[in-house]
Nanobody, 125 residues
Framework: QLQLVVSGGGLVQPGGSLRLSCAAS????????MGWFRQAPGKEREGVSV????????NYAPFVKGRFTISRDNAKNTVYLQMNSLKPEDTAVYSCAVVKSITTVQAMKPDMNYWGQGTQVTVSS
């Protein structure tokens, strides 16, 4: 059974930090590029960040560059998203998935066979 479990969301004040985790079961992450996605109310799903299978290459959407850091620990079968300097506009449901295709990070598409249900991130004072 392929499963990605996303955790770490919550309510945080502007300027605060959260770390999201995406833990895989039923398959090994080490063969796949992994991405983080988000969807805010009334908006399309957008890509946030992507990391190569071995972790040697990372890329970010412009709206999170310099604030978010993607990483992975293949031994733990887990991908992380460290989110710093959070802004109210970061409020969204965040999910992780194997990346299906990439033109830009923001427009990248998930492989829905390797998709984790999202966690809510709310940034508000």
């Amino acid at each position: 059974q392929l499963q990605l479990v996303v955790s770490g969301g919550g309510l945080v004040q502007p300027g605060g930090s959260l770390r999201l985790s995406c833990a895989a079961s039923g398959f090994s992450l080490h063969s796949y590029a992994m991405g983080w996605f988000r969807q805010a109310p009334g908006k399309e799903r957008e890509g946030v960040s992507v990391i190569s299978s071995a972790g040697g290459s990372v890329n970010y959407a412009p709206f999170v560059k310099g604030r978010f850091t993607i990483s992975r620990d293949n031994a733990k079968n887990t991908v992380y998203l460290q989110m710093n300097s959070l802004k109210p506009e970061d409020t969204a449901v965040y999910s992780c998935a194997v990346v299906k295709s990439i033109t830009t990070v923001q427009a990248m598409k998930p492989d829905m066979n390797y998709w984790g249900q999202g966690t809510q991130v709310t940034v508000s004072s």
